[in-house]
């Protein structure tokens, strides 16, 4: 079963952005391996909530301005 997982930051994607990560990402293994993993790929997106994570050695915050609108 092909497995992807993307970290993102919490509310930094709206609905439909997830959504289109999972159908792009479904298509993606459907061209590499073919049809026939689609019912199986598993897509997880998890949002990290803010100071769950780290860059550069420093807690990490999202800005508004990277929020997702919508």
Avoid at 36 to 42: K, L
Wanted: aromatic share 12%; no cysteine; proline share 6%.
């Amino acid at each position: 079963m092909p497995f992807a997982n993307f970290k993102t930051p919490a509310g930094a994607l709206t609905k439909t952005q997830k959504a289109e990560i999972v159908h792009r990402t479904t298509e993606m293994f459907a061209e590499y391996f073919g049809e026939g993993v689609r019912p199986y790929t598993m897509v997880l997106i998890e949002e990290v909530k803010d100071g769950g994570y780290g860059r550069a050695d420093e807690v990490y915050e999202i800005p508004a301005d990277y929020r997702a609108k919508g």
